[in-house]
C-alpha cells in the first residue's frame, strides 16, 4: 500500500527570522556557526530562521560556507536534518496534484560518473503507469547532473514553474526540470555553494538536499540510489549503507514509501562519461541497445516502486514506447526534435576526438570512475566555481569495461581543444588497469 501523500502548504509565510527583520533585529549567524562548530544541537527555530535568512539574501555566502563546513565535520542529529530538510522544502511551494489513479513516483541517485539512469528511467516509468515529477540538479564535484546533460539537448529547458510541472506530469506523466524560485529554493542556493565549498560529502546535508526536492514533489514512492566507491561521495558500503538508511528513515517518516540501492561507482555506469555522450547513450539504452549495466540498473530502479517488478519493467523497456514517451517529454519542454535526431545521428560533436590506446594487450582490469570524472570535469564537462560554463559535447566514450579484451582503444577522449585532448590522454593513463588474465565482468549494483 502507498504511503499518504504529504498535507498541502503554501509558499513560505512568517516566521521567526522575518519577524526579527520587522522588529530591526539581524539574525546573530555567527553564534549559530559556533555552536555547530563546538558540536552543539540547535533547535528547529534556529535552523528554519537560519535557512530563510540564507534564501533571502540576509546571510552571506562565506557565513553558510562556514556553516557547512562545520557541519561536515559534527555532523547533524535526526531532529537537525529533519528540521533543516522541512525548512528548505518550505523556502517554497509544495506540488499540487489532481486525484488521480496513477501514484506519484520519482527516483533519485547520490551522484556518479556516467550516471545518466534517470533519463531512461523516467519516461519508463510514465509508461508503466506511473506520475514521474522528476526535480533534479546539476553536477556536483566530479558526478554528472541530470539538468546539465539535458540541456545538451537543442532546445530543451528545465525551468519550469510548479503549474507548468503539476500539469506536464498530468498530461504526459513525466516532468524533468529543476528547482525554481517555487520549488526548494533555499537548497537550490545551498547545493551549488556546497560543490565549491568541499562540504558535498554530508550525510546530513545530502540527506536535506535530496528530500526538500523529492518532499517538494508531493511523492507517493521515492526509490533511492545510493553509490559507493572511488567516484562516490560515499567511499564505503558502510557509509552507503548508513545514507540510505537516514534518507529512508526521514523519508518514511514524512509519509513517502521510500526503498534504496547500494550500487558501485569504482567503474563509471555505461561507457560514456560527459553529458551531451550520455544523452546518445540514454536512446541507445531507450532503443533496445547500450550498455548492459545501464539497462540493468534502469530496470532495477524500476522494480523497486510498488506494483512493479523486473520482469514488467524488462518487458516496457523494450517494448520501444519509453522512447516516444522521451520524445513526447522532449517536445513538452521545448527541445527542438529536428536538431536533436540530427546530433543524434553525429558521430562526433565537439571540435577535437581523439582515441586513447592501450600500453599493451591483455584485458581491462579496474577502469577508475573517479579518474575518469575528474578528468570529464576538467574537459569541461563539469564545475570548479559556481560560474563555471558547462561545455555540453566534452567527455569520453567508447569505454572498455573491466573484465573485456584489449582488442581496441581503451576510449575515446571529445575536447575543446587539442591541449584538452593531451591533459586528458596524460592523466587517463592512471585511470585504467590491463592484467594478463581475465577477471569477471562490473556488477553494477547489489
Known amino acids: 500500500m502507498l504511503a499518504g501523500t504529504l498535507p498541502a502548504i503554501v509558499p513560505r509565510t512568517l516566521n521567526h527570522a522575518d519577524d526579527a527583520c520587522q522588529h530591526g533585529q539581524r539574525m546573530d549567524f555567527l553564534k549559530l556557526i559556533e555552536q555547530k562548530r563546538d558540536g552543539g544541537e540547535l533547535s528547529p527555530e534556529a535552523i528554519a530562521d537560519a535557512v530563510t535568512a540564507f534564501a533571502d539574501g540576509s546571510v552571506p555566502d562565506y557565513q553558510m560556507a562556514a556553516f557547512l563546513m562545520a557541519v561536515q565535520f559534527q555532523g547533524m542529529t535526526l531532529a537537525e536534518t529533519r528540521a533543516l530538510t522541512l525548512a528548505m ?24 560518473v556516467g550516471d545518466k539512469v534517470s533519463l531512461p528511467l523516467a519516461p519508463l516509468l510514465a509508461c508503466l503507469g506511473y506520475r514521474v515529477p ?6 556536483l564535484g566530479i558526478t ?12 530543451f529547458t528545465t525551468q519550469l514553474s510548479a503549474e507548468q510541472f503539476v500539469g506536464q506530469v498530468q498530461d504526459i506523466g513525466v516532468a524533468l526540470g529543476g528547482q525554481t524560485a517555487e520549488i526548494a529554493p533555499a537548497d537550490k542556493a545551498l547545493y551549488a555553494l556546497r560543490d565549491v565549498t568541499g562540504t558535498v560529502p554530508s550525510v546530513p546535508l545530502i540527506t536535506a538536499s535530496i528530500l526538500s526536492k523529492k518532499l517538494a514533489e508531493n511523492l507517493d514512492a521515492l526509490v533511492m540510489d545510493v553509490k559507493f566507491g572511488a567516484a562516490a561521495f560515499m567511499r564505503t558500503r558502510d557509509d552507503a549503507r548508513a545514507l540510505a538508511k537516514s534518507i529512508v528513515n526521514l523519508a518514511t517518516e514524512c509519509g513517502v514509501q521510500t526503498t534504496a540501492l547500494l550500487t558501485d561507482m569504482d567503474t563509471p555506469i555505461g561507457r560514456a562519461a560527459g553529458n551531451w555522450l550520455e544523452v546518445k547513450e540514454s536512446i541507445a539504452c531507450l532503443e533496445g541497445d547500450g550498455p548492459a549495466d545501464l539497462k540493468e540498473l534502469v530496470i532495477a530502479c524500476a522494480a523497486q516502486l510498488p506494483g512493479c517488478d523486473t520482469e514488467r519493467a524488462a518487458a516496457e523497456l523494450a517494448s520501444g514506447r519509453p522512447r516516444e514517451k522521451f520524445n513526447e517529454l522532449l517536445a513538452a519542454q521545448g527541445a527542438d526534435l529536428a536538431a536533436f535526431e540530427t546530433k543524434l545521428k553525429q558521430d562526433t560533436t565537439a ?32 564545475r570548479q566555481t559556481k560560474e563555471a560554463k558547462i561545455q555540453p559535447d566534452v567527455g569520453l566514450d567508447q569505454m572498455l569495461k573491466p ?11 571529445h575536447a575543446r581543444t587539442e591541449a584538452d585532448a593531451d591533459m586528458a590522454a596524460e592523466r587517463l593513463a592512471g585511470a585504467f588497469d590491463i592484467t594478463d588474465e581475465k577477471t569477471g565482468p562490473f556488477e553494477p549494483y547489489l
Do not use: N, Q, W
Not at 554528472?144 to 532546445?155: F, Y
Not at 577535437?352 to 564537462?381: H, M, N, Q, W
Not at 573484465?403 to 577522449?413: F, K, N, S, V
Open 403 to 413: 573484465g573485456e579484451a584489449i582488442d581496441r582503444p581503451l576510449c575515446r577522449i
Open 144 to 155: 554528472g547532473g541530470t539538468l546539465d546533460k539535458l540541456e545538451s539537448i537543442p532546445g
Open 351 to 382: 571540435p577535437v576526438v581523439r582515441e586513447f590506446p592501450a600500453s599493451g594487450k591483455g584485458y581491462l582490469a579496474t577502469c577508475d570512475a573517479r579518474v575518469i570524472g575528474e578528468v570529464v570535469r576538467d574537459l569541461g564537462g563539469g
Open 89 to 112: 522544502r518550505d523556502s517554497g511551494a509544495v506540488l499540487e496534484f489532481p486525484d488521480d489513479d496513477r501514484p506519484i513516483v520519482d527516483k533519485h541517485s547520490t551522484g556518479g
Open 134 to 139: 522528476m526535480i533534479s540538479g546539476r553536477g
